[in-house]
Protein backbone atom coordinates (compact mmCIF):
# COMPACT_ATOMS: atom_id res chain seq x y z
CA UNK A 1 0.00 0.00 0.00
CA UNK A 2 2.67 2.48 -0.26
CA UNK A 3 1.31 4.20 -3.12
CA UNK A 4 -0.98 5.47 -1.44
CA UNK A 5 0.04 6.43 1.63
CA UNK A 6 3.74 7.64 0.97
CA UNK A 7 4.82 10.74 -1.42
CA UNK A 8 5.45 8.87 -4.90
CA UNK A 9 7.81 10.35 -7.74
CA UNK A 10 6.36 11.20 -10.64
CA UNK A 11 7.73 8.38 -13.48
CA UNK A 12 7.37 8.93 -16.83
CA UNK A 13 5.43 11.58 -16.55
CA UNK A 14 2.54 12.62 -19.06
CA UNK A 15 2.50 15.82 -21.09
CA UNK A 16 -0.43 16.88 -22.69
CA UNK A 17 -0.81 19.71 -25.41
CA UNK A 18 1.10 22.93 -24.40
CA UNK A 19 3.10 20.99 -21.59
CA UNK A 20 0.16 20.39 -19.29
CA UNK A 21 -0.96 17.72 -17.94
CA UNK A 22 -3.51 15.55 -19.32
CA UNK A 23 -7.17 16.18 -18.03
CA UNK A 24 -9.09 13.14 -16.11
CA UNK A 25 -12.36 13.39 -15.74
CA UNK A 26 -13.22 10.82 -12.24
CA UNK A 27 -17.06 9.87 -12.13
CA UNK A 28 -18.10 8.21 -8.95
CA UNK A 29 -20.90 5.86 -8.86
CA UNK A 30 -20.43 4.19 -5.27
CA UNK A 31 -19.17 0.91 -4.27
CA UNK A 32 -17.00 -0.59 -1.69
CA UNK A 33 -14.06 2.01 -2.65
CA UNK A 34 -16.33 4.16 -1.37
CA UNK A 35 -17.94 2.16 1.28
CA UNK A 36 -17.44 2.76 5.23
CA UNK A 37 -17.51 0.53 8.04
CA UNK A 38 -17.93 3.28 10.48
CA UNK A 39 -21.24 4.38 8.55
CA UNK A 40 -23.00 1.69 9.86
CA UNK A 41 -23.92 -0.74 12.79
CA UNK A 42 -25.96 -3.07 11.30
CA UNK A 43 -23.55 -4.71 9.08
CA UNK A 44 -20.19 -5.17 7.79
CA UNK A 45 -19.99 -1.61 5.84
CA UNK A 46 -21.90 0.33 4.41
CA UNK A 47 -21.14 0.81 0.60
CA UNK A 48 -20.99 4.01 -1.74
CA UNK A 49 -21.18 6.60 1.22
CA UNK A 50 -17.64 8.55 0.45
CA UNK A 51 -18.06 10.79 -2.32
CA UNK A 52 -15.51 10.94 -5.48
CA UNK A 53 -14.30 13.89 -4.08
CA UNK A 54 -13.25 12.33 -0.69
CA UNK A 55 -12.15 9.47 -2.59
CA UNK A 56 -9.32 11.89 -4.43
CA UNK A 57 -8.33 13.77 -1.73
CA UNK A 58 -6.75 10.65 0.25
CA UNK A 59 -4.64 9.89 -2.63
CA UNK A 60 -2.89 13.56 -3.39
CA UNK A 61 -0.72 11.86 -5.75
CA UNK A 62 -2.73 11.85 -8.27
CA UNK A 63 -2.17 15.46 -9.16
CA UNK A 64 1.60 14.62 -10.08
CA UNK A 65 0.21 12.71 -12.73
CA UNK A 66 -2.92 14.28 -14.25
CA UNK A 67 -4.95 16.76 -13.55
CA UNK A 68 -8.19 15.52 -12.04
CA UNK A 69 -11.77 16.50 -11.63
CA UNK A 70 -14.65 14.56 -10.59
CA UNK A 71 -18.36 14.57 -10.79
CA UNK A 72 -20.99 12.59 -8.83
CA UNK A 73 -23.49 10.41 -10.97
CA UNK A 74 -24.66 8.29 -8.01
CA UNK A 75 -23.69 6.65 -4.73
CA UNK A 76 -24.67 2.96 -4.51
CA UNK A 77 -23.84 -0.06 -3.69
CA UNK A 78 -23.36 -2.06 -7.36
CA UNK A 79 -25.61 -4.97 -6.51
CA UNK A 80 -28.29 -2.06 -7.12
CA UNK A 81 -27.22 -0.89 -10.69
CA UNK A 82 -29.47 -1.64 -13.37
CA UNK A 83 -29.53 -1.17 -17.44
CA UNK A 84 -31.23 2.10 -16.84
CA UNK A 85 -28.25 3.58 -14.84
CA UNK A 86 -25.92 2.25 -16.89
CA UNK A 87 -26.96 4.03 -19.79
CA UNK A 88 -26.72 6.73 -17.99
CA UNK A 89 -23.27 6.55 -17.29
CA UNK A 90 -22.54 5.40 -20.26
CA UNK A 91 -23.93 8.21 -21.79
CA UNK A 92 -22.17 10.71 -19.42
CA UNK A 93 -18.88 9.17 -20.33
CA UNK A 94 -19.57 9.37 -24.24
CA UNK A 95 -20.72 13.08 -23.49
CA UNK A 96 -16.72 13.54 -21.58
CA UNK A 97 -14.86 12.06 -23.61
CA UNK A 98 -16.33 13.89 -26.97
CA UNK A 99 -15.46 17.41 -24.80
CA UNK A 100 -11.81 18.70 -26.15
CA UNK A 101 -10.67 19.83 -22.65
CA UNK A 102 -10.98 15.90 -21.95
CA UNK A 103 -8.51 13.44 -22.16
CA UNK A 104 -9.82 10.25 -20.59
CA UNK A 105 -12.14 9.32 -18.26
CA UNK A 106 -12.06 6.90 -15.10
CA UNK A 107 -15.38 5.91 -13.20
CA UNK A 108 -15.39 4.49 -9.42
CA UNK A 109 -17.50 1.62 -9.25
CA UNK A 110 -18.88 -1.16 -6.88
CA UNK A 111 -17.40 -4.96 -8.02
CA UNK A 112 -20.42 -6.81 -7.46
CA UNK A 113 -21.65 -5.61 -11.19
CA UNK A 114 -18.16 -3.72 -12.39
CA UNK A 115 -17.73 -6.22 -14.86
CA UNK A 116 -21.25 -5.86 -16.29
CA UNK A 117 -20.76 -1.80 -16.26
CA UNK A 118 -17.53 -1.99 -17.87
CA UNK A 119 -18.52 -4.07 -21.13
CA UNK A 120 -21.62 -2.04 -21.44
CA UNK A 121 -19.13 0.98 -21.98
CA UNK A 122 -16.43 -0.83 -24.02
CA UNK A 123 -19.44 -1.65 -26.22
CA UNK A 124 -20.61 1.75 -26.60
CA UNK A 125 -17.98 4.97 -26.05
CA UNK A 126 -17.32 5.77 -29.19
CA UNK A 127 -13.82 7.12 -28.53
CA UNK A 128 -10.32 6.05 -28.54
CA UNK A 129 -9.64 7.97 -25.37
CA UNK A 130 -9.24 5.78 -22.10
CA UNK A 131 -11.92 4.82 -20.29
CA UNK A 132 -11.16 3.10 -17.19
CA UNK A 133 -13.33 1.46 -14.55
CA UNK A 134 -12.26 0.75 -10.90
CA UNK A 135 -13.11 -0.51 -7.77
CA UNK A 136 -12.05 -2.07 -4.38
CA UNK A 137 -12.74 -5.02 -2.19
CA UNK A 138 -12.40 -3.23 0.81
CA UNK A 139 -14.00 0.00 2.34
CA UNK A 140 -12.11 3.09 2.23
CA UNK A 141 -11.48 3.14 6.03
CA UNK A 142 -10.60 -0.52 6.23
CA UNK A 143 -7.11 -1.53 7.60
CA UNK A 144 -5.10 -2.08 4.51
CA UNK A 145 -8.07 -0.74 2.53
CA UNK A 146 -7.31 -1.49 -1.38
CA UNK A 147 -8.53 1.47 -3.00
CA UNK A 148 -6.37 4.26 -2.71
CA UNK A 149 -3.56 2.35 -4.46
CA UNK A 150 -6.28 1.20 -7.32
CA UNK A 151 -7.69 4.61 -7.62
CA UNK A 152 -3.91 5.69 -8.26
CA UNK A 153 -2.79 2.86 -10.59
CA UNK A 154 -6.28 3.50 -12.51
CA UNK A 155 -4.95 7.30 -13.30
CA UNK A 156 -1.90 6.36 -13.99
CA UNK A 157 -3.54 4.02 -17.19
CA UNK A 158 -6.00 6.87 -17.70
CA UNK A 159 -3.38 9.71 -17.92
CA UNK A 160 -0.89 7.63 -19.89
CA UNK A 161 -1.11 7.58 -24.13
CA UNK A 162 -0.28 4.01 -24.18
CA UNK A 163 -4.09 3.40 -23.09
CA UNK A 164 -5.28 4.92 -25.70
CA UNK A 165 -7.36 2.89 -28.84
CA UNK A 166 -7.90 0.00 -26.16
CA UNK A 167 -12.02 0.85 -25.31
CA UNK A 168 -12.66 0.39 -21.45
CA UNK A 169 -10.49 -0.87 -18.96
CA UNK A 170 -10.09 -2.50 -15.55
CA UNK A 171 -7.71 -1.82 -13.27
CA UNK A 172 -7.30 -4.03 -10.56
CA UNK A 173 -4.45 -3.88 -8.25
CA UNK A 174 -1.49 -3.70 -10.55
CA UNK A 175 -3.18 -5.68 -13.57
CA UNK A 176 -4.88 -3.87 -16.70
CA UNK A 177 -7.60 -5.77 -17.81
CA UNK A 178 -9.75 -5.36 -21.24
CA UNK A 179 -13.71 -4.87 -20.06
CA UNK A 180 -14.95 -7.70 -22.20
CA UNK A 181 -12.91 -10.43 -20.57
CA UNK A 182 -12.13 -10.06 -17.24
CA UNK A 183 -14.60 -11.24 -13.97
CA UNK A 184 -14.56 -11.22 -10.48
CA UNK A 185 -13.16 -15.12 -9.02
CA UNK A 186 -13.59 -14.22 -5.30
CA UNK A 187 -15.40 -12.96 -2.97
CA UNK A 188 -13.33 -11.28 -1.07
CA UNK A 189 -9.67 -11.36 -1.75
CA UNK A 190 -8.42 -7.87 -2.88
CA UNK A 191 -7.25 -10.05 -6.42
CA UNK A 192 -10.71 -11.10 -6.83
CA UNK A 193 -10.15 -10.30 -10.86
CA UNK A 194 -8.80 -11.90 -13.62
CA UNK A 195 -9.24 -12.80 -17.07
CA UNK A 196 -8.89 -15.84 -19.20
CA UNK A 197 -6.16 -15.45 -21.38
CA UNK A 198 -4.80 -13.38 -19.32
CA UNK A 199 -4.87 -8.87 -18.18
CA UNK A 200 -3.55 -7.00 -21.51
CA UNK A 201 -1.05 -5.41 -19.19
CA UNK A 202 0.40 -4.63 -15.91
CA UNK A 203 1.27 -1.23 -13.90
CA UNK A 204 5.12 -1.80 -13.09
CA UNK A 205 7.24 1.08 -11.90
CA UNK A 206 4.06 3.48 -11.79
CA UNK A 207 3.89 2.86 -15.68
CA UNK A 208 1.38 0.79 -17.40
CA UNK A 209 2.89 -1.40 -19.69
CA UNK A 210 1.15 -3.41 -22.39
CA UNK A 211 1.60 -7.27 -23.90
CA UNK A 212 -1.35 -7.38 -26.12
CA UNK A 213 -4.61 -5.37 -26.67
CA UNK A 214 -8.10 -6.90 -26.78
CA UNK A 215 -9.38 -9.22 -30.20
CA UNK A 216 -13.12 -8.12 -30.16
CA UNK A 217 -15.17 -5.01 -31.52
CA UNK A 218 -15.58 -2.41 -29.41
CA UNK A 219 -16.05 1.31 -29.36
CA UNK A 220 -16.07 3.07 -32.46
CA UNK A 221 -15.72 -0.21 -34.32
CA UNK A 222 -18.69 -1.72 -32.42
CA UNK A 223 -21.52 -3.03 -34.58
CA UNK A 224 -23.49 -0.70 -31.77
CA UNK A 225 -24.75 2.56 -32.32
CA UNK A 226 -25.06 4.57 -28.94
CA UNK A 227 -26.55 7.46 -31.02
CA UNK A 228 -29.69 4.78 -32.07
CA UNK A 229 -30.27 4.44 -28.84
CA UNK A 230 -31.14 8.05 -28.01
CA UNK A 231 -34.65 7.65 -27.55
CA UNK A 232 -34.18 4.58 -25.06
CA UNK A 233 -34.13 4.61 -21.19
CA UNK A 234 -33.92 0.86 -21.31
CA UNK A 235 -32.66 -2.25 -23.62
CA UNK A 236 -34.88 -4.83 -24.06
CA UNK A 237 -35.44 -7.28 -21.09
CA UNK A 238 -32.85 -10.23 -20.73
CA UNK A 239 -33.18 -12.49 -18.00
CA UNK A 240 -30.30 -15.26 -17.34
CA UNK A 241 -31.41 -18.94 -15.78
CA UNK A 242 -28.68 -21.46 -14.47
CA UNK A 243 -29.69 -24.98 -15.20
CA UNK A 244 -29.13 -27.42 -12.51
CA UNK A 245 -29.68 -31.12 -11.94
CA UNK A 246 -33.43 -31.78 -12.00
CA UNK A 247 -34.56 -28.12 -13.01
CA UNK A 248 -38.69 -28.44 -14.65
CA UNK A 249 -38.89 -26.87 -18.00
CA UNK A 250 -41.93 -24.49 -16.15
CA UNK A 251 -39.18 -22.77 -15.01
CA UNK A 252 -38.50 -21.47 -17.89
CA UNK A 253 -41.91 -21.18 -18.97
CA UNK A 254 -42.74 -19.08 -16.07
CA UNK A 255 -39.18 -16.61 -17.01
CA UNK A 256 -40.75 -16.43 -20.31
CA UNK A 257 -44.29 -15.15 -18.77
CA UNK A 258 -42.49 -12.54 -17.22
CA UNK A 259 -42.30 -10.67 -20.76
CA UNK A 260 -38.14 -11.44 -21.45
CA UNK A 261 -37.30 -11.12 -25.19
CA UNK A 262 -34.08 -13.03 -24.12
CA UNK A 263 -32.68 -15.95 -22.23
CA UNK A 264 -29.03 -16.45 -21.53
CA UNK A 265 -29.36 -20.24 -20.64
CA UNK A 266 -26.28 -21.08 -18.23
CA UNK A 267 -25.95 -24.49 -19.24
CA UNK A 268 -22.96 -27.41 -17.32
CA UNK A 269 -20.20 -28.24 -19.19
CA UNK A 270 -19.87 -26.66 -22.57
CA UNK A 271 -22.99 -24.74 -22.47
CA UNK A 272 -25.31 -28.57 -22.40
CA UNK A 273 -28.94 -28.58 -21.71
CA UNK A 274 -31.31 -31.24 -20.13
CA UNK A 275 -33.80 -32.63 -22.31
CA UNK A 276 -36.86 -31.00 -20.39
CA UNK A 277 -35.17 -27.94 -20.05
CA UNK A 278 -34.49 -27.79 -24.08
CA UNK A 279 -37.83 -28.72 -25.03
CA UNK A 280 -38.65 -25.70 -23.09
CA UNK A 281 -36.40 -22.89 -24.65
CA UNK A 282 -38.16 -24.56 -27.50
CA UNK A 283 -41.54 -23.04 -26.36
CA UNK A 284 -39.83 -19.88 -25.81
CA UNK A 285 -38.05 -19.53 -29.12
CA UNK A 286 -41.12 -20.35 -30.77
CA UNK A 287 -42.66 -17.33 -28.87
CA UNK A 288 -40.41 -14.78 -30.46
CA UNK A 289 -37.39 -14.63 -27.36
CA UNK A 290 -34.02 -15.27 -28.51
CA UNK A 291 -32.08 -17.99 -26.63
CA UNK A 292 -28.04 -17.88 -25.94
CA UNK A 293 -26.59 -20.77 -24.88
CA UNK A 294 -23.64 -20.07 -22.12
CA UNK A 295 -22.13 -22.32 -19.28
CA UNK A 296 -22.21 -21.91 -15.72
CA UNK A 297 -18.19 -23.48 -15.55
CA UNK A 298 -16.01 -20.39 -15.04
CA UNK A 299 -14.08 -20.10 -18.38
CA UNK A 300 -14.26 -21.94 -21.53
CA UNK A 301 -16.04 -21.69 -24.51
CA UNK A 302 -19.39 -22.60 -25.40
CA UNK A 303 -18.97 -23.04 -29.22
CA UNK A 304 -21.62 -23.11 -31.90
CA UNK A 305 -22.77 -26.36 -32.88
CA UNK A 306 -20.85 -28.53 -30.15
CA UNK A 307 -23.11 -29.83 -27.54
CA UNK A 308 -26.29 -28.55 -28.52
CA UNK A 309 -27.63 -28.35 -32.30
CA UNK A 310 -27.87 -24.56 -32.25
CA UNK A 311 -28.96 -24.17 -35.93
CA UNK A 312 -31.45 -26.68 -35.39
CA UNK A 313 -33.39 -25.13 -32.01
CA UNK A 314 -32.27 -21.39 -33.15
CA UNK A 315 -29.90 -20.68 -30.02
CA UNK A 316 -26.87 -18.32 -30.12
CA UNK A 317 -24.05 -20.00 -28.64
CA UNK A 318 -22.10 -17.33 -26.22
CA UNK A 319 -18.68 -18.21 -27.22
CA UNK A 320 -16.45 -17.62 -24.58
CA UNK A 321 -17.88 -15.00 -22.86
CA UNK A 322 -20.14 -15.03 -19.75
CA UNK A 323 -23.56 -15.36 -18.75
CA UNK A 324 -23.69 -11.84 -17.67
CA UNK A 325 -22.14 -10.14 -20.16
CA UNK A 326 -23.58 -12.19 -22.67
CA UNK A 327 -27.14 -10.76 -20.96
CA UNK A 328 -25.67 -7.29 -21.60
CA UNK A 329 -24.78 -8.18 -25.15
CA UNK A 330 -28.39 -9.51 -26.25
CA UNK A 331 -30.13 -7.10 -24.66
CA UNK A 332 -27.88 -3.92 -26.46
CA UNK A 333 -28.55 -6.89 -29.97
CA UNK A 334 -32.41 -6.86 -29.16
CA UNK A 335 -32.64 -3.49 -29.04
CA UNK A 336 -31.29 -3.10 -32.90
CA UNK A 337 -32.31 -6.29 -34.49
CA UNK A 338 -33.95 -10.13 -33.39
CA UNK A 339 -32.44 -11.50 -36.07
CA UNK A 340 -30.48 -15.08 -34.58
CA UNK A 341 -27.98 -14.66 -37.41
CA UNK A 342 -26.87 -10.73 -36.64
CA UNK A 343 -27.16 -11.84 -33.15
CA UNK A 344 -24.81 -14.54 -33.23
CA UNK A 345 -22.32 -12.55 -35.51
CA UNK A 346 -22.52 -10.09 -32.97
CA UNK A 347 -21.28 -12.57 -30.33
CA UNK A 348 -18.86 -14.26 -32.75
CA UNK A 349 -17.34 -10.50 -33.30
CA UNK A 350 -17.75 -8.49 -29.37
Keep these: MADATAAAPVVEPVVGPGGSLPHVVVVGTGGTIAGSSAATTAKHYEAGVVTVEDLLAAVPQVGELAAVTCEQLCQIDSVEMDLPLQLRLVRRVAELTDREDVDAVLVTHGTDTLEESAYLLHLLVPSDKPVVVVGAMRPAD ?116 TGARGLVHVGPGAGNIPEGVARALDRARAAGVVVVRSTRVAWGTVARGGAVDDAGHDFVAAGDLGPYKARVLLALALAVTDDTARIQEAFDTH
Excluded at 243 to 257: C, F, K, Q, Y
Design 142 to 257: APGADGPSNLLNAVRVAAHPSSRGLGTLVVAGEEIHSARDVRKEHTSRVDAFGSLNGPLGEVAGGVPRYAHGPSRLHGRASAFDLEALAGLDDLPPVEVLVTRAGLPGSIVDAVVA
